[in-house]
């Protein structure tokens, strides 16, 4: 039985989304597949199938903030409460993300222990300090801050023996891209505590929108001479994403009141053209960049 306050189509787009992403992500065992499933090369002037992905997922964190804010506000959660929450959900995928691009990178030579096991210590630590604990105990008789405790022990510990770099250049953990979850962990946060000042408010959104696709021109192209080079951590076409999938939902919750849904779909069609054409005029200038 479907709650009747979910909407249904973002837990559909979710749910492919998933699916694709594991597609996607199985592409590189295969042989022959065609070009156009796979990434586009850095440079390149296209994206690929795959390119797509992680764009949608980031346009659905965005579309599920206002919602989850309101069941927030619904349980009797204050707007600081909710900040809390941003905070430690965000901390969440900036540190997973973290370790885990550092992984990408660990030096196997230089490691005291081998790669696997490292890995495997890292998914437990991860689960021990974010899993979801039933009635706030584990394994029936330990609490669940021991268990987090001790996630957060084994997190200082492959810090601590990690190696990155080469043999004669060797280097401790570094952001690199921050992966990922911590990509998402860094638009999130951006985007929700943005939105948890500005409310509804469609004007302030949509200049939030305008803000950072600016931004995201500049640092890629960089077509104004003298604007100071602005980024915020991350590319900013992190942020244009998670904040497009933001004004949907706004502007869906917004017309769903008034009860117009046909206008709503009208107005999601107008502004998904004149993305469309934007993309059209502005590629002689720039092309089609992937985001990462």
């Known amino acids: 039985m479907i709650p009747k306050n979910r909407i249904v189509s973002i837990d559909i787009i979710r749910a492919l989304t998933m699916y694709f992403m594991i597609f996607v992500n199985d592409l590189w065992t295969l042989?022959?597949?065609?070009?156009?499933?796979?990434?586009?090369?850095?440079?390149?002037?296209?994206l690929g199938f795959a390119d797509i992905i992680f764009p949608l997922f980031l346009f659905i964190v965005g579309l599920s903030i206002p919602f989850a804010f309101k069941a927030r506000r619904k349980k009797g959660d204050t707007d600081l409460q909710i900040f809390q929450h941003i905070i430690t959900r965000s901390l969440a995928l900036i540190v997973m993300g973290f370790f885990?691009?550092?992984?990408?990178?660990?030096?196997?030579?230089?490691?005291?222990?081998?790669?696997?096991?490292?890995q495997i210590l890292m998914a437990t630590a991860f689960v021990l300090i974010w899993n979801m604990?039933?009635?706030?105990?584990?394994?029936?008789?330990?609490?669940?801050?021991?268990?987090?405790?001790?996630g957060v022990l084994v997190l200082v510990y492959l810090a601590v023996i990690y190696t990155g770099g080469t043999v004669d250049d060797p280097h401790w953990m570094r952001?690199?891209?921050?992966?990922?979850?911590?990509?998402?962990g860094w638009a999130y946060l951006m985007v929700?505590?943005?939105?948890?000042?500005?409310?509804?408010?469609i004007l302030w959104l949509s200049l939030f929108v305008l803000a950072f696709l600016f931004l995201n021109i500049q640092q890629e192209v960089k077509p104004f001479?003298?604007?100071?080079?602005?980024?915020?951590?991350?590319?900013?076409?992190?942020?244009?994403?998670?904040?497009?999938?933001l004004l949907a939902s706004v502007l869906y919750i917004k017309l769903n009141e008034k009860e117009k849904i046909k206008e709503f779909l009208i107005l999601m069609g107008v502004l998904a053209l004149v993305f469309i054409v934007f993309g059209i005029l502005t590629r002689p200038d720039w092309g089609i960049k992937k985001m990462l």
């Open 31 to 46: 042989r022959d597949i065609p070009e156009w499933l796979g990434h586009a090369a850095r440079g390149e002037d296209r």
């Open 100 to 118: 885990m691009v550092n992984l990408e990178n660990i030096n196997r030579e230089l490691l005291s222990i081998s790669k696997p096991v490292y």
């Open 133 to 150: 604990y039933p009635d706030g105990k584990a394994f029936k008789r330990i609490p669940e801050w021991v268990m987090k405790v001790i």
């Open 175 to 184: 952001p690199h891209w921050w992966g990922i979850l911590g990509l998402i």
């Open 192 to 201: 929700a505590t943005l939105y948890l000042f500005a409310g509804n408010r």
């Open 225 to 245: 001479a003298g604007f100071p080079d602005i980024k915020i951590v991350i590319p900013a076409s992190n942020y244009v994403l998670v904040s497009c999938g």
